[in-house]
């Protein structure tokens, strides 16, 4: 069963007093009913906390994320220019780039700054998968092919930070979109609803960690999503019993940066449905999806 709750987390900084991070977690008593429920959600809530505390080996961002006035006489950061060889300078809690005598900051540092953000969409498909497993073939689970259509919203929370294979930037991300069944539903070798089906989503409460570096165009990133859902899929399968379900979701992609700004992506989630036990039975949906997206 799904049980969303919150942890606070007190993190002493240089120049900070206090700050206490109010942390959003899936860890819970399981997804749905069974053993292997619990696991996934073990597994996605443990991928959300290392999206969270990756930035925590940069006392600086914490800080300026948290009280950007901190910032001001002791964090500002020195960028060289590689064009005339002079030298810019960029305060991080801007989110900006920002430099001396007219001279701007390399793409790079300005295309992944905090504060940045892109819209895009992701296309993808869907099938559902015997976990936890099955064994008896009379209590098959049911059989949902479907299309995964969900725009996005990504914000650069920290700008770029850390070093060598970890350097890279957080990303707070919102999905919202559509899952249309695309073939008839099926369990035991029987058709047990006509395609096509809907499941309307939202997912407010995303981490997305890209590894860069600006000597490749190319960026392996990670991530992992709470939210919830509305529609029909509940009818058609023996797994869900309400027309509102919680999102669980954590996955991993690469994208290809192009210089006129945008990016395209390939990436693969684990996708889970289940209603926290408001009513049973509450077994839950599990898929892999595989999409292609873009970002601009």
Known sequence: MLNPGFLSLRVRLQNVRKVYVIIP???GRGIGNLNGGLLMNRYIGALLWVLLLIPLS???????????????????????STREGQVAQAS??????????????????????KGQYVFGMNLGFGFSINIPPVDAVSDERTKIRFAHVFPHFKYNLTGIMGKSIYRGALYWVIEAGIAVTVKDPSRNNQVVENAPNYQFGL?????????????RSWAPFLFAGVGGSWGDWFQESKE???SFEFILQAGAGMEYHLDNG?????????????????????IGIN????????SF
Do not use: C
Request: glycine residues 4%.
């Open 25 to 27: 977690t899936p860890l």
């Open 58 to 80: 940069s006392e600086r961002v914490w800080a300026q994320f948290f009280n950007p006035r901190l910032a001001g006489d002791s964090s500002e950061v020195v960028l060289s």
């Open 92 to 113: 991080p809690d801007s989110g900006v780039a920002a430099a001396q005598h007219g001279n701007s900051l390399p793409d790079f540092e300005s295309r992944f700054a």
């Open 203 to 215: 997912v407010p409460m995303q981490f997305e960690y890209k590894f860069l570096n600006p000597e």
């Open 240 to 242: 869900l019993a309400t």
């Open 262 to 282: 945008t990016s395209f992506n390939i990436n693969y989630r684990l996708w889970h449905l289940s209603n926290s036990n408001v009513k049973s039975p509450n």
């Open 287 to 294: 898929a892999h999806i595989f999409s292609l997206g873009f």
